[in-house]
């Protein structure tokens, strides 16, 4: 999996105040990641809920501690 992709996707989406589309993010990006790229991360992607922890548990982690 591209985390950085996911990240930066991730990002897109939290930040937007309208609608959010792979078009969109690859105009933002200046074409750094093409929609049909975003498009294809997105359909490939099937995260297992123990990949999604793994992704997410460090920053879960560092909350619960403060």
Not at 13 to 33: C, E, M, P, V, W
Not at 48 to 65: A, G, N, P, Y
């Amino acid at each position: 999996m591209k985390t950085e992709l996911l990240d930066l996707y991730t990002d897109y989406l939290i930040s937007s105040f309208s609608q959010s589309t792979a078009t969109g993010l690859s105009r933002l990006l200046d074409g750094a990641y093409t929609h049909d790229r975003i498009t294809n991360f997105l359909a490939e992607s099937h995260l297992t809920s123990k990949e999604l922890w793994q992704l997410v548990k460090k920053d879960i982690r560092k909350i619960e501690s403060d």
